[in-house]
């Protein structure tokens, strides 16, 4: 049980790294005239380095060892390593580009899709609120895509990649810090022969646009990086109800900069769309707390029958008299 303390901390990180999430938009147009590819490229490059740093001063290096020695876990990492870079590319481009409110619907309806893949990929089985939470998703998406006049392409493809990145990483469970090592490291060597190819081309953007232009481009790395940290702090701090709960502070904030900041438009099919997204998280949400009620008052009532047991002395039966003795015959 942690204490209250903890608690609390585990809060204020699980908020800063969603909030850090959720903030990201006000940085990537501060990097133009960098184009998403070459902002891409920086922040594998610039986040292998700062996570190295990192391992350095923890001395945390046995894993590598560990996972050399396992091809399957390798192979998985690799793959998680493909789909968060498409996942991050398709956000840099979509922000820089105008699409930050729709960037945030991906985010918005990511629970949903990473239970159906559960239901469709895992054989899970839902329970009557979920299988009405992703229905009234699909429905979202439907209405959004007549509003669009096609799909709503980049919050699919944001969302399909994020959930299928954390299926992975579920297969391959090792800690945040590493993870992010192992998967900027098997994207370095492209991203770096990517620079090194803009460079030489005479379009890279880095250090032709003063010192301030590359410390920013350099500052990528923290701003991937420094978000998966305090994660990593709140996961070992607060329930995951709670963390689930928290991961929608940063599609709001995405979506209220969007609005607010951007001053991208609104139709009313939009709203439609996203009203009916926000009703299934909401009966998902309602549902998560509610068995996680029932589990938890499960769970007391069979401390409680345990520690009745344990408290109820058990009687010992008296010893058996000794047969008397048998006269003996003649």
């Not at 010192?211 to 420094?226: E, R």
Request: glycine fraction near 10%; charge should be positive; hydrophobic fraction near 55%.
């Amino acid at each position: 049980m942690k204490s209250d303390g903890e608690q609390r901390a585990g809060l204020l990180y699980g908020i800063a790294a969603y909030g850090m999430w959720g903030l990201v938009p006000l940085f990537w147009p501060l990097l133009k005239p960098s184009g998403a590819m070459e902002i891409l490229a920086h922040r594998m490059v610039w986040s292998l380095a700062l996570v190295v740093v990192a391992l350095l001063a923890l001395k945390r290096w046995g894993w590598v060892r560990e996972l050399i020695r396992q091809p399957r876990k390798l192979g998985l990492i690799t793959v998680a390593a493909a789909v968060i870079t498409v996942n991050w590319g398709f956000y840099i481009w979509a922000v820089n580009s105008g699409h930050v409110v729709e960037a945030s619907l991906g985010y918005f309806i990511n629970p949903l899709v990473t239970i159906a893949m559960g239901v469709l990929l895992l054989k899970e089985r839902l329970r009557p609120a979920q299988w009405a939470a992703v229905g009234t998703g699909f429905a979202a998406v439907l209405v959004l895509a007549i509003g669009y006049g096609q799909p709503p392409w980049i919050s699919l493809v944001l969302a399909f990649s994020f959930a299928t990145y954390g299926l992975v990483k579920k297969k391959v469970n090792i800690g945040g810090l590493e993870s992010l090592a192992a998967e900027t490291a098997i994207q370095f060597l492209p991203a770096l022969g990517f620079l090194l190819w803009l460079g030489a081309d005479g379009s890279a953007t880095f250090g032709t646009h003063g010192a301030g232009h590359a410390a920013l481009l350099a500052a990528t790395g923290v701003v991937t990086a420094v978000p998966l940290v305090c994660f990593g702090a709140a996961a070992i701090r607060v329930p995951l109800s709670t963390l689930g709960l928290l991961q929608y502070l940063a599609p709001v904030f995405q979506f209220l900069l969007g609005i607010l900041y951007f001053h991208e438009e609104m139709p009313a099919e939009r709203w439609a769309g996203f009203a009916l997204v926000w009703l299934a998280l909401t009966c998902l949400t309602w549902d998560a707390l509610r068995t996680a009620r029932r589990t938890k008052a499960a769970a007391l009532r069979l401390a409680a029958a345990a520690s009745a047991a344990a408290a109820v002395p058990v009687p010992v039966p008296a010893p058996a008299p000794a047969p008397a003795p048998t006269q003996p015959t003649a």
